[in-house]
């Protein structure tokens, strides 16, 4: 379906107030449809809440990799990792990806940003790299990692 219909429908359903279901494979559009999800796997109901539930259950948020000056480095990582709880509660390594550190969508990403620009000579980085995760991670994690779930 074309991007422009399909933003077009997706007024059309939100703007009623009513109840809808919606089955797709885009979280993200789903998220921008409900007011509450469903995620099924192999027939089975793996969640039930709100897109905010979600991305707080499954940590989607913020993904900070850290590039460190060499390899013997990255021992600073823990300690980064614990400067981070500090700042942000909720602060992980990534399950997926052991050198990136995620953490939660919160007030405080402006100033931690900051912060952590003046020191990240203090943890041995050269530079960081931070990115916005989409829902499609949050759907990648529930799917390959069955702990969380």
Not at 35 to 40: E, I
Request: proline content about 3%; glycine content about 4%; some cysteine.
């Amino acid at each position: 379906m074309d991007a422009s219909i399909r933003q077009e429908i997706w007024k059309a359903i939100s703007g009623y107030n009513i109840t809808s279901i919606v089955s797709t494979h885009s979280i993200e559009e789903a998220g921008i449809l409900s007011s509450r999800m469903l995620v099924m796997r192999s027939g089975e109901l793996i969640f039930e809440g709100t897109p905010n539930e979600l991305r707080s259950k499954f940590h989607c948020g913020y993904r900070l990799t850290p590039m460190f000056n060499n390899e013997e480095d990255k021992k600073y990582k823990n300690e980064l990792l614990d400067w981070m709880k500090s700042k942000i509660q909720g602060a992980i390594i990534s399950p997926i990806h052991e050198d990136d550190i995620l953490f939660p969508v919160c007030d405080e990403v402006t100033k931690l940003l900051i912060d952590l620009r003046q020191n990240q000579d203090n943890f041995h980085m050269r530079s960081f790299n931070i990115i916005v995760e989409q829902l499609e991670n949050v759907l990648y994690r529930m799917y390959v990692d069955d702990e969380n779930v």
